[in-house]
């Protein structure tokens, strides 16, 4: 499954009407679907977790601010990049929002094909980020369709251990766990032990590497 610049979504957060406007005229008129918001309480309750895209914010905004916005993206189960705006940038702002993630710092006005390029630039990142998803959602659903044994074969495996020194671990025969290490590469759809390591990594079987 792939995601493209039409199924993605540019979300236009800034309290200023004439920018929310000009930015989706500009966005729209490239191809890219916008949705605008006028600050990032109303974008956060409007929010489908499912969506696709990138977001475009301001720095100031009365009330919650953009970067007191970028900070709580995460407690609404946000990821997309953010691109972030302002009219009255300092370095000091532009450090504070590149440290907490935002891919960029534009200051207004600034040229329309630089920040066309920008976005383009953030969707292409969110789809790679799209796409590691799936790649992990996957390796976890031929995991699950693992048996018990076939599971501490792979672990046993990937640390390092032969087929011998497996069996000799879990106090069974080396042919017996031959045959659990080929149902486990068969469902776990990988075809050498590097591929075989990969996975491990992805699943956060080998210490020290990964997430569990």
């Given at each position: 499954?792939?995601?493209k ?6 979300f236009?957060?800034?309290d200023?009407m ?15 679907n ?10 956060f ?7 696709s895209?990138?977001?475009i ?10 970067i ?5 993206l ?6 997309l990049?953010v691109i972030m ?15 907490q993630?935002a891919?960029t710092?534009?200051?207004?006005p600034f040229?329309d094909q630089?920040?066309?390029?920008h ?14 998803r ?9 995991y699950?369709?693992?048996?018990r ?7 046993l ?11 000799d671990?879990?106090?069974i ?9 080929a149902n ?7 075809d050498s ?20």
């Amino acid at each position: 499954m792939t995601i493209k610049d039409n199924a993605q979504t540019v979300f236009v957060i800034d309290d200023d009407m004439d920018v929310r406007d000009s930015l989706k005229w500009l966005l729209e008129s490239v191809g890219l679907n916008v949705q605008t918001y006028e600050n990032a309480l109303a974008f956060f309750e409007a929010f489908d977790t499912s969506a696709s895209g990138c977001i475009i914010m301001d720095v100031r905004m009365p009330g919650l601010s953009g970067i007191n916005a970028q900070k709580r993206l995460s407690e609404y189960n946000i990821e997309l990049p953010v691109i972030m705006i302002s009219a009255h940038g300092n370095v000091d702002m532009a450090v504070t929002a590149l440290t907490q993630g935002a891919v960029t710092f534009i200051e207004k006005p600034f040229d329309d094909q630089l920040l066309i390029d920008h976005v383009h630039s953030a969707l292409e990142r969110d789809r790679d980020r799209f796409a590691q998803r799936c790649s992990q959602s996957r390796i976890r659903d031929c995991y699950d369709r693992l048996t018990r044994r076939e599971r501490q074969v792979l672990e046993l495996i990937v640390k390092g251990l032969s087929n011998q020194e497996a069996a000799d671990e879990l106090g069974i025969n080396r042919k017996t766990v031959e045959g659990h290490r080929a149902n486990m590469t068969a469902k776990m759809k990988v075809d050498s032990f590097a591929e075989l390591v990969q996975v491990a990594i992805a699943l956060g079987l080998v210490q020290g590497i990964g997430k569990s």
